[in-house]
């Protein structure tokens, strides 16, 4: 039996989490977002376990080559485009949609030398300012997209909240409005999908459905939102990391534990040590204190991350060598965990490293 952490992917959780953002798009089709290796879930996996969707997107075209490679044969939406001849003709040949954002993608449809004809999803700026024509270019950017003769059928257009995790911040509403009115100076665009919807979009603005949702996170039973949970919308975590106890000791009043010392028992302590550290993706800021689940209990991180291992404090809730540790997931919710570390629960899933061994059921 390894020692070493496993991340634990339930894939009912998964299909799930689906369900729940389906009722919650209200009609709207659902672009399951699987981006960074499904946010540390694993890519292909989580695309079978989500086959249900009604595409997929990812940010590259590596991605989308790997789930064409895999076998699936959902539509596949490259959310940053292809910035290269080579890779518009290798996303014509596997049948990947593009997302346009910009003039030079534009030059590579009209240079474009291959046959064919391509799926667009044309992106406004509406606000978020990091891809996507802004709200004045669209109308001559939409125009010279149209003369290409490369896109097939209507584009979609699609743009992205920047703020849709504040409920009180009214920029969202704003955002939508102006996307919605340069859609309408867009000639033939009447019959367009609309894309704006991310997971926060998709749970606290229905202002933002619009004809296909784009949620990430909570497909994952992650909430988007500072102080509110998964479960509060009835979603499941679908990763749990957990690792096991390798030793367990004692310390006496006054000594340190870790590097630099950095805990100090202020009393005689036991103190169990875990086979996981930022090695394998679990915070090196993660402060002391941290809770740390053992034998289903909450107990406290003691001092400094290591490599490869993490100190806990079991004084009060005694363990043995081989005791099951849970970091995150099942009974500890990453966004809530995220918060000892000063981080968001996105860079808690997407950082697993390589060296940690996936399980599904």
């Known amino acids: 039996m390894s020692s070493g ?179 309408s100076m867009l000639p033939g665009a009447a019959a367009a999908e609309h894309s704006i919807a991310n997971s926060a979009g998709l749970l606290a603005w229905p202002q933002a459905r619009g004809h296909w949702v784009r949620p990430g996170l909570t497909l994952y039973g992650i909430s988007p939102f500072p102080n509110e949970l998964a479960q509060d919308f009835g979603l499941k975590p679908a990763m749990t990391l957990t690792t096991r106890l390798i030793a367990v000791g004692e310390v006496a009043t006054g000594e340190g534990v870790g590097y630099g010392a950095a805990w100090k028992a202020t009393r005689r302590s036991l103190i169990g040590i875990a086979a996981v550290g930022y090695g394998d993706g679990y915070p090196r800021h993660m402060k002391s204190g941290a809770p740390v689940l053992v034998n289903g209990r909450a107990v406290p991180l003691a001092g400094r991350v290591s490599m490869d291992m993490i100190a806990i404090d079991i004084t009060d809730a005694p363990a043995a060598v081989g005791d099951p540790v849970v970091l995150w997931g099942a009974g500890l919710p990453a966004e809530q965990l995220a918060l000892h570390a000063d981080t968001i629960p996105y860079e808690l899933v997407c950082g697993v490293s390589q060296r940690v061994q996936m399980e599904y059921n």
Request: proline residues 1%.
């Open 5 to 183: 952490p496993k991340a634990l992917i339930d894939t009912a959780a998964l299909r799930h989490n689906l369900g729940v953002l389906r009722e919650r798009a209200g009609g709207a089709r659902v672009m399951a977002v699987i981006k960074a290796n499904a946010y540390g879930h694993g890519l292909v996996q989580t695309a079978r376990a989500l086959a249900g969707a009604d595409a997929f997107g990812v940010a590259r075209l590596e991605e989308g080559l790997a789930l064409r490679d895999a076998g699936l044969a959902q539509t596949i939406v490259l959310l940053e485009g292809v910035f290269s001849g080579e890779d518009l003709q290798a996303a014509a040949q596997r049948g990947c949609e593009l997302v346009v954002h910009s003039r030079a993608q534009l030059a590579l449809l009209e240079q474009w030398q291959g046959a064919g004809q391509v799926r667009v999803w044309f992106k406004i700026d509406s606000g978020m300012n990091r891809l996507g024509f802004r709200l004045e270019q669209s109308l001559s950017a939409w125009e010279r997209l149209m003369r290409t003769g490369r896109v097939l059928g209507t584009p979609r257009v699609m743009t992205h909240l920047a703020v849709a995790d504040d409920r009180h911040d009214s920029r969202t509403l704003q955002q939508v409005r102006e996307f919605e009115q340069a859609v």
